[in-house]
């Protein structure tokens, strides 16, 4: 993002080095993005690798981070911010991974380079896929991938659950339809039994009676059979797989706490860095790259924001099914139906609770609003920018109006002279006061053009110097104000991914005592 920063704000020191982004990765993830993330290599456009030449005076912190050290103008800052996000962003890269990021979802988990895979039959043969078979040989000799819970990521763990959820539902809703009849036909054989009807009609009523409960007892232990499943699909895969990602974004925020507090400590050196020799006018170029930072913060706002609604939401979501999953399904027949025994808590409830309940107390609305204050300035500086250089425009025309009007004028004065010193062309009745009025009249209308000339030059010149003076201290002040507020930002979301860790790995103690 700062790569823009560079060009877009014309008040670096030095020669500015042509650099174009064309896509810029909103460094907090944990959300989903459209295009994969840019690789360091590729920031400097165009697939070419550009080396920096570092020009960083001083010592800064050791480890991961940022040298910070002197700067000598606002190029070296940049650079360095730059590379800050680079590294950030690379940090992300584990977490996007797991999460399938880079992947347009629509169940394209179950899609690979090969081509299309059908979802559905793919979902059919996980649910009709006889378990017992996985430990002999040469059982499938189709099998790839996808057959190993190993290989499965996080979206074909969800997948396969709400495949055996749906079955469930058919299975629960299948069973209430068929207690409904098998209720009917006990009432019809109790009026039977009353009225005294024929024994042979009564025997037929009892044997669909007993039809029907024994279908039942057997629907219902093929519903125990999936709720077994979905269980074991809960605490053997999502929950690992939950854990790895508390784990995965502890990591990545530790590292992003780090290279956004390297950045505060950068962008605070900008204040001792002098301009006086930088460029005092703004070109085209750098109006076109300060409007595309500008886009650039918009996305980062509004990707930040995204962040942290989806995971809300997806917590939230998963606390909601599994108070639904824990409650048991009863049946209201006499015949108790063996059902496998319950875990009243797993593991998984503990992480959800507690991740939903540090989640809703994360205070993210001041690194909202740092970004979005940083956007309304650089929105600030793009008006102020296009009316520079529509001030300059302005200045363009005079001249040209000037040059045209001072051609006129000694075209028109070349040849009033011949006319003057040639005998004959001059009307002799014509004072030549009025010729000399024809001089000034004409000598006026350049010098209006001239006045208007230097009037918008004036007004140009001072917003050159107002837009200049307007850039730095916005950098100046903002910037560490937005750094400040990410830093602090990225330490909560490590902190409480750092607790939710430590709550997994007790639970994980607790298991092998108990």
Sequence with gaps: MVVVMQVGLRVVGGTSRNRKVENVEAVETGKVVEKPPLQPQQVAGAGKIVKRSKQVVGVGTGGEGKRVGKYGNL????????????????????????????????????????????????????????RSFRGLPNA??????????????HATVLDKLLAWEKKLYDEVKAGELMKFEYNRKVTLLSKQKKRG????????????????????IVDMQSLD???????????DQLYPKLVALVDAMAAMWEAMDLHHSDQLKIAAQMKGIDISQSTKETSEHHRQRTFQLWLVVQEWHTQLEKMVSHQKEYIRALNSWLKLNLIPIESSLKEKVSSPPRV????????????????????????????YSFEAILHTLVQQQEDELKLKARCEESRKDLLRKKRQYDDWYNKYMQRRTTPGEMDPDRPEDMGDADIVAKR??????????????????????HVREKSLVSLKTRMPELFHAMAEFAQECSRMYRELSATSKAQKRTEISS
């Design 75 to 130: 190029l070296q800052v940049f650079n360095d911010l730059d590379d800050c996000f680079l590294k950030a962003s690379e940090r992300a890269h584990e977490v996007s991974k797991m999460l399938e990021a880079a992947r347009l979802h629509y169940h394209s988990n179950f899609a690979d380079n090969r081509g299309h895979i059908d979802h559905s039959a793919r979902v059919l043969r996980v649910i009709t896929w006889n």
């Design 140 to 153: 499938d000799e189709g099998k790839d991938d996808f057959d190993s819970e190993e290989n499965e990521t």
């Design 197 to 216: 009807t024929n024994p042979e009609a009564l025997e037929k009523t009892k044997a669909a009676v007993s039809h029907l409960h024994t279908r039942y």
């Design 225 to 235: 059979s999936t709720v077994s499943e979905i269980n074991r699909l809960r605490d």
């Design 344 to 371: 009243q808590r797993p593991p998984i409830q503990a992480l959800l609770v507690t991740w939903h309940t540090l989640l809703e107390k994360l205070p993210a609305e001041h690194a909202k609003s740092a970004i």
């Design 444 to 465: 006026f209308v350049v010098e209006t053009a001239e006045k208007k000339l230097e009037e918008d030059e004036e007004t140009y010149s001072k917003q050159c110097v």
